[in-house]
């Protein structure tokens, strides 16, 4: 029963000498590694090992000097007989004072889907992460109670203001009193579930001008409770400018003709 249980694992089941010697390995090494059982017994483990995952793997093999522990998953990578290699996590149990094992008994599980996919989450990550820290746009995400959580670095070149000294503020702290009122409305709205666009806020930088952006603003749920506010703004300011110098060229201009 037990070499049943054990040559139909999922798992890759070998007993090894304390030199790597695969002594027995179980059926499952086919399909996990691409090797026939029989052609890997007598062979030595670590002349499958990519070179950086040695020593990992022989901590394995001093593994449990006592006889009675087992040593804490290690993941390596074995090369595949189709020229690919596989990730393993593996743990090891030393039972050379066996009289029926004499060897360090290894428990592998193939983990190479998990890796390419903690793999793609990572370069997926980085891309938006990339995106982000060099959009032009002031980019911030911050906590249900104002607590800054992330910031580009638009934002910090825009404010002035240092990660180190962002990560100790509020949103609030930035924006100018007279935005205040409305920041608590947008707030409270996007809280609710909505998505807001164009919202106009002055901010307050650390050195210089007041200036002016406009953003869209949205929250993230988590269990039916807002997580994450995210906020994309534009400085506007330069075109504020603008507007009011093209509006009081027409009021002038008004005035002109009512001079006239």
């Known amino acids: 029963r037990f070499r049943s249980l054990v040559q139909n694992s999922s798992d890759l089941v070998t007993i090894l000498a304390p030199d790597g010697t695969i002594r027995y390995v179980s059926d499952s090494a086919e399909r996990i590694v691409g090797?026939?059982?029989s052609t890997l017994v007598g062979t030595s483990l670590l002349n499958y090992l990519d070179p950086?995952?040695?020593t990992p793997v022989r901590g394995l093999l001093e593994?449990?000097?006592?006889g009675s522990s087992t040593s804490l998953p290690v993941e390596f990578?074995?090369?595949h007989a189709d020229g690919t290699y596989v990730w393993l996590e593996a743990v090891g149990t030393n039972l050379l004072a066996d009289p029926t094992i004499g060897g360090i008994v290894l428990n592998a599980r193939d983990v190479s889907e998990r890796k390419r996919a903690d793999r793609a989450l990572r370069e997926s990550e980085e891309r938006y992460r990339d995106l982000f820290d060099?959009?032009?746009d002031l980019v911030c995400m911050a906590a249900p109670d104002g607590s800054l959580l992330y910031v580009n670095k638009a934002w910090q070149e825009g404010t002035g203001y240092s990660e180190h000294e962002i990560g100790q503020m509020q949103l609030l702290d930035i924006v100018h009193p007279d935005s205040r009122n409305l920041y608590q409305a947008v707030l409270t709205r996007v809280l609710s579930g909505e998505r807001l666009n164009h919202?106009?806020?002055?901010l307050v930088p650390k050195a210089g001008a007041p200036i002016?952006?406009?953003?869209n603003l949205s929250c993230t749920f988590k269990d039916g409770r807002p997580s994450v506010v995210r906020g994309i703004y534009r400085d506007i300011t330069e075109r504020k400018r603008v507007e009011e110098h093209l509006r009081r060229?027409?009021?002038m201009q008004a005035a002109g003709k009512l001079a006239g």
């Open 212 to 215: 002016t952006v406009e953003g």
């Open 77 to 79: 990578r074995l090369h």
């Open 249 to 251: 060229a027409e009021r």
């Open 35 to 37: 090797y026939p059982a």
């Open 199 to 202: 919202v106009e806020l002055v």
């Open 52 to 54: 950086a995952d040695a």
């Open 63 to 66: 593994s449990g000097p006592d």
């Open 134 to 136: 060099n959009a032009s």
